[in-house]
């Protein structure tokens, strides 16, 4: 027996029709940003042709153009957008990377060239990345996180900031502009932690500010410096993190790298400041 109420078939339908469209919408984006990256190795495809160092950014952009495509028509079905859009986000920064360093040399016989690292880790980052999308795809999980409208305007304001400071600072040094701009956006993201926890920023924004923040400090102050500031900003990506154990693993880890680059792989990374 039923409780007198017919059956809400105009509801199922009008739920399935509005999880369409954000697939659509979100499918056509993955899509079009796959399309671009694939133009742009074709537009500057590098000294070494098309099995040189752009054939790897050309492999991961067209498995993002065919992803995209697979949700915009239905037949890729996400169970974990979390993870799904957090391995394309991923593979996209790994392709910037690849792209970025198509002119540089690579291995000469057994020597390092400055392109091998890059491109090394690059692909390795993309290769993990379309690991955890591809988890997103055959596993459950959340939905993700939605930003809101105060998040875009964070974003477009602090991004408006850091362009003011560095003209201003412009005025008066020229290699130190943009790293004391930097400096500044760095104690205004740590003092407004909790207006990025309400907005829904703070694991992205702190995370793309420590990427930003090590190509704005790696030349003036060194890798020393600039990998140990680097890990601390990422770790206030998370609300629970703790300083204490945070500060041991960004020394062991900065400690890995000032040997690993200059000595292990021989790449011309300056350690310390420029004024010592």
Known sequence: MTDGNPPMTGGSRLSAAGSAAPSLQGGLTVAALGLIALGVSFYHPGPAGFLGPVLWPRIFSLLVLMAGIGMATGTLQIRNKQDFFGGLAVIGLAVVGMLASIDLPG?????????????????????????????????????????????????????????????????????????????????????????????????????????????????????????????????????????????IWAIILTTFCSFLFPYGLNLPFQLWPRFW
């Open 107 to 247: 291995m000469r016989g057994f020597a390092f060239g400055p392109g091998t690292a890059p491109r090394l880790f690059a692909n390795l980052l993309a290769s993990l990345g379309l690991i955890v999308a591809v988890i997103g795809v055959f596993t459950d999980g959340p939905e993700g996180q939605r930003y809101t409208l105060q998040g875009i305007v964070i974003v477009a304001g602090t991004l408006a900031v850091w362009i003011l400071l560095a003209w201003v600072f412009g005025q008066f040094t020229t290699h130190y502009a943009q790293p004391l701009a930097t400096a500044l956006l760095i104690v205004a993201a740590f003092a407004g932690l909790d207006i990025l926890d309400r907005a829904g920023l703070r694991g992205p924004f702190m995370i793309t500010l420590s990427i930003f923040s090590f190509a704005m400090f790696i030349r003036p102050i060194g890798l020393v410096t600039a990998s140990f500031l680097t890990i601390i900003i990422c770790a206030g990506a998370s609300p629970d993190v703790r300083w204490r154990e945070s500060f």
